[in-house]
């Protein structure tokens, strides 16, 4: 059971920690005090842990190829429903949503790019606002929260207290989404998965198991191209 793993270290970290990437990297959380030497024998110890991360089917599986070409009928998600998606001959300059997607035939050539401005915007009204209630109701404090763009990571927390969303969760349902964002608050608590991690997480949301089984059964779907 050979892996390589990478070794990133920070002095404002305390503990050491071990994360399995969603593209398979194995990637260890030092404070620069720590001698590799420790660190070897950290990884060690969690051997049989990281060899299940790696080869977890669902969570690892590579994304699937870019979608075709739009057309009347398809359909995309958002907030975790499928919607009807209406190419129609506009002026306008801008995608609209009214129970539907309606896209200018303009966009069709580069609607990926179209498509994911669109969820990204979608993304900072409907997730940035909830990261701060819910650090309120955390009673935690962090310097930035960002969509970002990261096909391997839902959310991250970083040694600087800044909170990253990948847009993609626009699309899951709003529990889900939820629960990513207390689970990197909860890190401003808990840096490493620990039982007192796992109990704030639940105790703020009673659907979390719900929530971590929709993203393994449905996690490849977010990440599918229009």
Same mark, same amino acid.
């Given at each position: 059971?050979?892996?390589?793993?990478?070794?990133?270290?920070?002095?404002?970290?305390?503990?050491?920690?071990?994360? @399995?990437?969603?593209? +398979?990297?194995?990637?260890?959380? !030092?404070?620069?005090? =720590?001698?590799?030497?420790?660190? $070897?024998? &950290?990884?060690?110890?969690?051997?049989?842990?990281?060899?299940?991360?790696?080869?977890?089917?669902q969570?690892?599986?590579?994304?699937?190829?870019?979608?075709?070409?739009?057309?009347?009928?398809?359909?995309?998600?958002?907030?975790?429903?499928?919607?009807?998606?209406?190419?129609?001959?506009?002026?306008?300059?801008?995608?609209?949503?009214?129970?539907?997607?309606?896209?200018?035939?303009?966009?069709?050539?580069?609607?990926?790019?179209?498509?994911?401005?669109?969820?990204?915007?979608?993304?900072?009204? @409907?997730?940035?606002? +909830?990261?701060?209630?819910?650090? !309120?109701?955390?009673? =935690?404090d962090?310097?930035?929260? $960002?969509? &970002?763009?990261?096909?391997?990571?839902?959310?991250?927390?970083?040694?600087?207290?800044?909170?990253?969303?990948?847009?993609?969760?626009?699309?899951?349902?709003?529990?889900?989404?939820?629960?990513?964002?207390?689970?990197?608050?909860?890190?401003?608590?808990?840096s490493?998965?620990?039982?007192?991690?796992?109990?704030?997480?639940?105790?703020?949301?009673?659907?979390?198991?719900?929530?971590?089984?929709?993203?393994?059964?449905?996690?490849?779907?977010?990440?599918?191209?229009?």
């Open positions: 059971m050979e892996f390589e793993y990478e070794i990133r270290r920070s002095e404002k970290r305390r503990k050491l920690t071990i994360t @399995v990437e969603r593209d +398979r990297s194995v990637v260890v959380h !030092a404070p620069v005090e =720590v001698s590799d030497e420790k660190i $070897r024998e &950290v990884v060690d110890a969690k051997r049989f842990w990281i060899f299940e991360k790696l080869h977890h089917v969570k690892y599986t590579p994304p699937p190829p870019p979608g075709k070409e739009l057309v009347n009928g398809e359909a995309a998600l958002y907030l975790g429903r499928s919607y009807r998606i209406e190419v129609v001959d506009a002026v306008t300059q801008e995608i609209r949503f009214d129970h539907r997607f309606i896209i200018p035939k303009s966009y069709i050539s580069r609607r990926k790019a179209v498509l994911r401005d669109w969820y990204r915007e979608r993304a900072k009204e @409907v997730i940035l606002p +909830r990261v701060r209630r819910f650090a !309120a109701r955390l009673g =935690v962090f310097k930035h929260a $960002r969509i &970002v763009d990261n096909r391997y990571r839902w959310g991250s927390c970083t040694v600087k207290d800044n909170v990253n969303f990948n847009w993609r969760l626009i699309k899951a349902p709003m529990f889900v989404i939820d629960y990513v964002i207390i689970h990197e608050l909860a890190h401003l608590l808990e490493n998965h620990t039982p007192r991690f796992w109990n704030i997480i639940s105790a703020q949301t009673p659907t979390m198991e719900k929530a971590r089984a929709w993203l393994r059964e449905n996690g490849q779907i977010l990440e599918e191209d229009i």
